[in-house]
């Protein structure tokens, strides 16, 4: 992603104007395949900041629900059930959401598994070692900790110039704003690109009309391994309880396939993905 392509402008902002609603945005890159190091990927994050918490996430993925959202409105006042969304690109790789609520940093994961929506609470507290090494980043002084999570070491850069502890994703509790943060292999990085001011704070998860199912991250975890030795069970489980349920697949000769081969290719293609997909920022959550 080129840095020409975010659509507003980030500005510097000093830490005495964020008793106002701040943007601040993060150049995420990270490496899904750990068999494959060499296929980075990248995506602009933000950090919404108000005085109640955070909100952190894609900022593709909020141009694309904001997108969405529009055409639904517009379906809505012509009184149509057709929607054209061929011409909304889906360019964002991260789905999921963070939320902490101030001043205790309660925070949330907002995230899901096989089209099933959790809210997952993060209860553990971070424990930093800060450390004397200074620099400069983006006209910033900059500090130097470390800490472990998820499964992973950490290195962050944090400044006191802007007062405010916390930092993407779950990470925070440090005095004052994370500007950089990676773990020690390099597979998940955050950069600071700037900061904006924001007239109202955008709801990334209120738009949804299923309600997420509140979990701890151990209940997450045992979800996560019950999909994963079986991708299949959801539809399965439809395929039982509704027997005219209907699910069409054709294979290159526009034979329909059955129920039977279309789990079968499924299974398959969940089980390739998963593959691909291996190299999670928090690894202990996805054991």
Do not use: C
Request: charged share 30%; aromatic share 12%.
């Amino acid at each position: 992603m080129q840095k020409s392509s975010i659509l507003f402008i980030f500005s510097i902002v000093s830490a005495s104007l964020f008793s106002q609603n701040y943007r601040i945005g993060y150049e995420y890159s990270f490496k899904m395949d750990s068999l494959n190091r060499n296929l980075i990927e990248k995506e602009l994050m933000n950090l919404d900041i108000t005085r109640e918490g955070s909100n952190f996430y894609s900022n593709e993925k909020f141009i694309y629900d904001s997108l969405i959202n529009v055409e639904m409105k517009r379906a809505e006042s012509m009184k149509s059930r057709n929607m054209d969304i061929s011409n909304i690109p889906l360019n964002y790789k991260i789905d999921y959401s963070v939320t902490k609520k101030y001043p205790n940093f309660e925070t949330n994961l907002h995230t899901a598994i096989n089209g099933d929506e959790f809210s997952v609470l993060n209860t553990d507290k971070l424990s930093w070692n800060i450390l004397a090494d200074n620099k400069e980043i983006e006209g910033f002084k900059a500090q130097k900790a470390m800490t472990e999570f998820g499964g992973r070491k950490w290195i962050a850069w944090f400044t006191t110039e802007i007062a405010i502890q916390d930092g993407p994703y779950k990470f925070n509790g440090l005095p004052g704003l994370i500007l950089n943060i990676e773990d020690e292999k390099g597979d998940h990085i955050f950069k600071f690109v700037g900061s904006k001011k924001i007239t109202i704070n955008p709801t990334v998860n209120g738009d949804s009309k299923v309600r997420p199912v509140e979990i701890s991250a151990k209940k997450f975890t045992q979800i996560w391994k019950e999909y994963t030795n079986d991708p299949t069970k959801k539809i399965r489980q439809i395929f039982s309880q509704n027997s005219e349920a209907k699910l069409q697949m054709f294979d290159n000769t526009g034979r329909e396939l059955s129920k039977q081969e279309i789990l079968k290719i499924r299974d398959q293609q969940a089980k390739e993905k998963l593959k691909r997909n291996n190299n999670f920022l928090e690894l202990s959550l996805y054991q």
